[in-house]
């Protein structure tokens, strides 16, 4: 049996603390069950803006997706964590990836490593973490979301996830400033299946999360879809119709993708940014309890 979907959205834009609330309350009563905070140097500070938003609202999780593991040491971190579990009353999900935003990194004033090490410095973080968590009586039961798709990350995600982030786009080498471009459905469909692979030994199965950055509900797909094709001219307009990253579309196409996503690749959570927050509500109402 698949299992039921999950929705969360990442919340992207700086507001003084009644805007910052408000916005929190929005999305619960639009249905939302996770409240989410990137970690993006320009952005606000994860922690601090998830303890004001658990305390605005009272049903939804709050989560990072994801912390720059870059900008971070273990043992500081194992402090925010339990901090934020508790302030939050044990409605913390802890999301984790590499890091892939070079420009933050100089920013900073620390390293960007090549993308082994970055791999390397996120799988210390991770053990270490739980290491220091495992010293807390009790230790927070804070289920771990960790995002990426290569090799690797994958053997990473399938050995210490609860809850496995996919990215419908790959990094433009080069790019300091992060850009990514789309990948096909058959390359997502690899992707997939190398983690079900490494994964295969698992007591308990992961819960599978999909990132999707473009909702837009409207009766002419190729008009909604014009956009993304123009600023990606590789893109054909045959293949950013079949991109899983993308919902455009009446809500029967939007909702009946979904279904046939999580039939296909096992993608249940869903997670899209807060400009999309309002045009994905309809969506959300017709999948709730699917």
């Not at 791999?119 to 804070?142: A, G, I, S, Y």
């Not at 399938?158 to 390359?187: D, L, N, W, Y």
């Amino acid at each position: 049996m698949p299992r039921p979907f999950r929705f969360g959205v990442n919340m992207m834009t700086a507001a003084p603390a009644e805007e910052w609330r408000a916005k929190c309350r929005r999305a619960e009563e639009l249905g939302y069950d996770v409240i989410l905070v990137p970690d993006h140097l320009c952005m606000v500070a994860p922690f601090p803006a998830l303890i004001a938003a658990a305390a605005a609202t009272e049903r939804p999780r709050v989560g990072t997706f994801v912390l720059n593991a870059g900008l971070w040491n273990p043992t500081m971190l194992a402090r925010e964590v339990a901090t934020t579990y508790a302030l939050t009353g044990g409605r913390l999900e802890l999301g984790l990836g590499t890091g892939y935003v070079q420009e933050e990194h100089e920013a900073a004033g620390l390293p960007y490593r090549p993308p082994g090490e970055r791999v390397d410095h996120l799988e210390h973080m991770v053990k270490e973490l739980n290491r220091l968590l495992d010293t807390l009586d009790p230790r927070p039961p804070v289920p771990m979301l960790i995002g990426g798709n290569g090799d690797r990350m994958l053997a990473l995600i399938a050995e210490h996830a609860q809850i496995a982030a996919f990215t419908g786009g790959r990094s433009v080498p080069g790019s300091k400033a992060g850009q990514m471009v789309p990948i096909s459905p058959e390359e997502l469909d690899e992707r997939v299946a190398v983690y079900r692979r490494l994964a295969s030994g698992r007591e308990e199965p992961a819960e599978l999360n999909l990132l999707i950055p473009m909702v837009t509900v409207t009766d002419d797909r190729e008009a909604g879809l014009r956009p993304l094709v123009d600023h990606l001219p590789d893109l054909t307009m045959e293949q950013a119709l079949e991109l899983p990253m993308t919902l455009v579309g009446t809500l029967d196409q939007i909702t009946a993708q979904l279904r046939a996503q999580r039939e296909r690749y096992g993608f249940s959570y869903l997670t899209v940014m807060e400009p999309e927050m309002e045009a994905f509500a309809p969506v959300m109402a017709e999948l709730r309890g699917e």
